[in-house]
């Protein structure tokens, strides 16, 4: 699908992944519009590509809606990526042995899968009731998962259960949507330079980087980027999610 002229929403776009995404979008010609909390840096992110900055917390369906809203103002809403997410780790037990706290677990489910699953659905009601382009789209989704799906680790299960969840729902998704010429595609990045990562000591992120096969480092945001744009432009590129990891596999922990 054409990039250039297209309406596009990036949520978690204020830093990290959705960042780069919205650099790269801009770049290419899309109009781009941030999603980010109130609090992040989003007016400044947009201001910097010259888009449009909606606040919004992914968990609030009314905020979320707004947000859709105000992405579809200047023309047909065709892209939509969510990038937005948390990653706590906590064991199932404490080092008492007793459990963790269920909020913890639940908030996570919350904002990585349930928040995701609203934008989507959201975004494709809106989508689904725009005309379509010349070569018979309407818009494409691409969501973020985690090869943390597929390979995690101790300390892991909420993050691991969100973005498993991510990746288990894009084939269904996808089928459904297809009827309104809407792709709907996932990504599940290994080991990125995000600020998430960078909370890590320099030395937890070298070899990290290190534990990659090749290249043996942290992928980049801009290499995120530019599969989005790559998923994007390839038609037949449907109901897949995307390992995007250096050929990483997580030990336990």
């Known amino acids: 699908m054409e990039i250039r002229g297209a309406g596009a929403l990036v949520t978690g776009g204020a830093s990290g992944l959705g960042l780069a995404t919205a650099r790269r979008l801009a770049r290419t010609g899309a109009r781009v519009t941030i ?3 109130p609090g992040s840096s989003g007016v400044e992110a947009a201001a910097g590509i010259g888009g449009a900055f909606a606040p919004a917390d992914v968990t609030d369906t009314e905020q979320v809606r707004a947000a859709v809203a105000q992405a579809a103002e200047g023309g047909p809403l065709r892209i939509v990526v969510n990038c937005a997410g948390i990653a706590h780790p906590a064991k199932v037990l404490d080092r008492e042995g007793d459990p963790n706290p269920l909020a913890d677990f639940e908030q996570i ?5 349930i928040g995701t699953y609203s934008v989507i659905s959201q975004a494709a009601a809106r989508i689904a009731r725009t005309e379509p382009t010349e070569s018979g789209d309407r818009g494409v989704i691409v969501n973020t998962a985690s090869v943390a799906a597929f390979d995690g680790q101790i300390g892991q299960p909420a ?3 969100s973005k498993g969840g991510v990746h288990a729902m894009t084939l269904p998704i996808a089928r459904e949507l297809g009827r309104h010429a809407i792709r709907v595609c996932t990504i599940a990045p290994g080991v990125f330079e995000t600020p998430m990562m960078q909370t890590l000591p320099q030395a ?3 070899s990290l ?3 990659v096969p090749y290249p043996p480092r942290l992928g980049r945001p801009e290499e995120y980027a530019a599969l ?6 390839n038609g037949y590129l449907n109901g897949e999610t995307i390992r995007l990891d250096g050929a990483i596999r997580m030990g336990p922990r």
């Open 204 to 206: 937890a992120q070298d």
């Open 228 to 233: 989005v744009v790559s998923i994007v432009e």
């Open 159 to 161: 993050y691991s259960a």
């Open 35 to 37: 999603v980010d909390l």
């Open 209 to 211: 980087g290190q534990q």
């Open 109 to 113: 489910i919350r904002v990585n899968l």
